[in-house]
């Protein structure tokens, strides 16, 4: 009996080595990402100053529209935002730096990390893409609240989908276009579920099918996580 429990907790030990060895790989990778976006500062604020243009050209061509034009523009906007900043995350590694990667990480802990430091970076713009458009083209928003956490919500899944597409096109010679070809296609039905949910923020009684979609939402955003972490050791030792 003692045996037994001296070798249980052997192994609980070593299980939790392990995790945090995976824990400081993982760290290690979004702090080398997050040193790599803040050397480079011109493409976060490239991003930001299409925002602003954009926004700027909207506003001299129509004001403030009216709120359902107003959800529409904010979406599409956030998937143009999301393929400028979140889709170059592996088309812009080189087969050197991947090479050096495979050697001293696991795949798992490269994807995840990419898809968290991703996730991050779309938050902030998120936020600040809402701020810009209050600014120029006014807020007809009732439930400020409500819209931020579906705003972070919606950034989250678009950065997630786009990032598990840049991985596909990256290992097909950096085919940018393959990651368009693919992407659209499946982002569409998710911005559709994304503009459904964040109208409810523009009234000021929620919705009854409000949960049910979030959780949708939500689900595949997990089912695209766990897609990643399945099919991208395939694609890393190709």
């Known amino acids: 009996m003692p045996y037994l429990l001296s070798k249980r907790r052997v192994v609980t030990i070593n299980f939790r080595c392990r995790m945090m060895k995976k824990g400081k790989h993982l760290l290690t990778l979004v702090k080398k990402e997050l040193l790599l976006e803040i050397r480079q500062q011109y493409s976060f604020y490239g991003v930001i100053l299409y925002v602003v243009s954009t926004l700027f050209v909207l506003y001299l061509a129509m004001g403030q529209p009216e709120a359902s034009v107003w959800n529409g523009l904010f979406w599409m906007?956030?998937?143009?935002?999301?393929?400028?900043?979140?889709?170059?995350?592996?088309?812009?590694?080189?087969?050197?730096?991947?090479?050096?990667?495979?050697?001293?990480?696991?795949?798992?802990d490269f994807i995840l990390a990419k898809l968290l430091f991703n996730v991050l970076l779309m938050t902030v713009l998120s936020i600040c893409s809402w701020m810009l458009f209050s600014i120029?083209?006014?807020?007809?928003?009732?439930?400020?609240?409500?819209?931020?956490?579906?705003?972070?919500?919606?950034?989250?899944?678009?950065?997630?989908?786009?990032t598990f597409l840049s991985a596909i096109a990256a290992r097909a010679q950096q085919n940018a276009a393959l990651m368009a070809?693919?992407?659209?296609?499946?982002?569409?039905?998710?911005?559709?579920?994304?503009m459904q949910i964040s109208h409810t923020a523009f009234g000021p009684v929620v919705q009854e099918g409000l949960l049910p979609a979030v959780l949708l939402l939500i689900c595949l955003d997990l089912l695209v996580v766990l897609l990643a972490v399945i099919l991208f050791p395939f694609l890393w030792k190709d």
Not at 88 to 94: C, D, N, Q
Not at 141 to 156: D, H, P, T, Y
């Open 181 to 194: 070809i693919m992407g659209f296609p499946i982002i569409i039905p998710q911005l559709m579920l994304l």
């Open 77 to 108: 906007m956030q998937l143009f935002i999301c393929v400028n900043a979140v889709a170059k995350s592996f088309l812009a590694e080189s087969r050197g730096r991947l090479l050096y990667f495979y050697s001293i990480a696991g795949s798992r």
């Open 136 to 162: 120029l083209l006014g807020s007809p928003v009732s439930g400020a609240a409500r819209f931020m956490a579906i705003n972070l919500l919606g950034g989250i899944s678009l950065s997630l989908v786009f």
